[in-house]
């Protein structure tokens, strides 16, 4: 079966390990840190939150704590920014880095951000291509059928085009939060500034870690694909 092939072993799923690996040391380091900071404001992520609606043009939303760590999001559905236990509850650089790159999810959304729009489109086919993807390369490998190789090929294709357009989102939702603090007037300090640049910097490599795992699966399945048809 093609997970245990030799190359996907050390061409796919080494790389991909070790890259993952040594970026999620690195962000849990890094927010490690700079979650032992006070932030010069004293603000709390809630508490940020809040004061960025309040001084910038913002529209206030709901924000809600959620369990666990690491796991501070915007909701669009629900229109509400959901931050984790640690950063609704502690004053630190960490928690107002990442309470504000959130915000500037909310932004992007309030402001129609055309990489949003973008990303939005695809998802309706990313519901349901990681279905199709493995099924048709599954049948397509089984029955030695090229096409429906190649069809799911397309439909994880879809999947990594989704991933790569979630980096720049990302980063440009990290752009938008330094400058809301900015305007906001908290970046009271250097060690504001600097703890809030190397958090939301070490986030955005997580992306970056997932788009270079998702592009490098879809060469591999390509190479399946080209294989099967000579």
């Not at 309470?99 to 729009?117: C, D, F, N, R």
């Not at 900015?182 to 997580?206: F, I, N, S, Y």
């Amino acid at each position: 079966m093609f997970w245990i092939d030799p190359v996907y072993f050390w061409y796919v799923f080494i790389p991909t390990m070790l890259i993952s690996l040594g970026v999620q040391l690195y962000l849990k380091s890094t927010f490690s840190k700079w979650s032992r900071v006070p932030n010069g404001s004293k603000l709390t992520g809630v508490q940020t939150a809040q004061q960025l609606f309040a001084r910038t043009s913002l529209n206030a939303i709901p924000v809600e704590r959620v369990r666990g760590s690491l796991t501070d999001h915007f909701d669009p559905g629900a229109n509400i920014v959901r931050l984790s236990d640690p950063v609704s509850t502690q004053p630190t650089v960490a928690s107002m880095a990442v309470a504000a790159h959130e915000l500037g999810h909310v932004q992007q959304y309030q402001t129609g951000s055309g990489l949003i729009k973008m990303r939005s489109a695809l998802l309706p086919a990313i519901q349901f291509s990681p279905t199709l993807s493995y099924m048709s390369l599954m049948f397509g490998l089984i029955f030695n059928m090229t096409n429906l190789i190649w069809l799911g090929v397309f439909f994880f294709a879809l999947m990594v085009l989704f991933s790569l357009l979630t980096l720049p989102v990302e980063l440009d939702a990290s752009r938008r939060a330094l400058k809301l603090l900015d305007e906001a007037g908290l970046m009271r300090t250097d060690e504001d500034r600097k703890g809030a640049r190397a958090v939301l910097r070490a986030a955005a490599l997580t992306y970056l870690a997932a788009a270079i795992a998702s592009v490098l699966q879809l060469l591999y399945y390509v190479s399946i694909a080209r294989r099967a048809s000579n």
